[in-house]
């Protein structure tokens, strides 16, 4: 049986060495790979829904109208196509299935121009609580933003996020308080509510209001001390 030179063992225990499982780069390079990986699905994708106004355009066509609105049923209707299907599709999936569609090969840009699906709610003691449309990624503090951000009086460490029909607590202290870095704001997803709650406590304002209503009667007792 030939003798494999020392050499070979050598190169081959070198690599197995550095290749193997004790090798921290290659480990580091995955575990970043799968970070980058979920960070990107973190968000779910914007999709097309029913009642959904689109625009639509279609190169070489200036003819055409460019507004769309989407049906119970998520179809559209478009000149030489008739009736599509676009519900449930990302933008540039409609985009595809519409240039596909056409009988003369045409570019075909599908966008969102308002979104009867992408909602989020910001209630309770904030400037101007109510729905408003998602844009982009929202962050905690956009959608807060986009409310008139907290009155004062505000439980800044009691708001609520509802996210999928669970509630969790927000402290909003970590985002506006303070100075240098701050925590990771979460991001809003379609149909979550945030719930801004007043302070159980009374305000300043409040409090100055009951010290001078003390202080009348106080005035009032001992007028009244002194008639008799």
Sequence with gaps: MPHRPLRSIAVCLVLSLSLGPLSPVLAKTAGDKEKKTTEVQAYPPVLIGPGDLLT????????????????????????????????GLTPSEASA????????????????????????????????????????????L??????????????????????????????LN???????????????????????QKSGWPSVGEIAIVASILASLAVVTVQLGNLK
């Design 56 to 87: 639509i355009v279609v190169y070489g066509e200036q003819e055409l109208p460019i507004e769309y609105q989407v049906d119970s049923n998520g179809v559209i209707t478009v000149p030489y196509i008739g009736n599509a299907i676009v519900g």
């Design 142 to 171: 956009s959608a807060l933003a986009e409310a008139g951000g907290p009155l004062p009086g505000t439980d800044m460490g009691g708001a609520i996020l509802i996210h999928r029909n669970q509630k969790n607590k927000v402290d």
């Design 97 to 140: 299935k519409l240039a596909r569609l056409l009988a003369k090969p045409r570019k075909v840009t599908v966008l969102i121009k308002e979104s009867n699906t992408y909602w989020v709610s910001v209630l309770g003691n904030v400037g101007k609580p109510g729905k408003y449309q998602i844009k982009g990624k929202p962050t905690l």
């Design 174 to 196: 970590k985002y506006l308080s303070g100075t240098g870095l701050m925590e990771k704001e979460p991001y809003m997803y379609p149909g979550d509510v945030l719930m801004v």
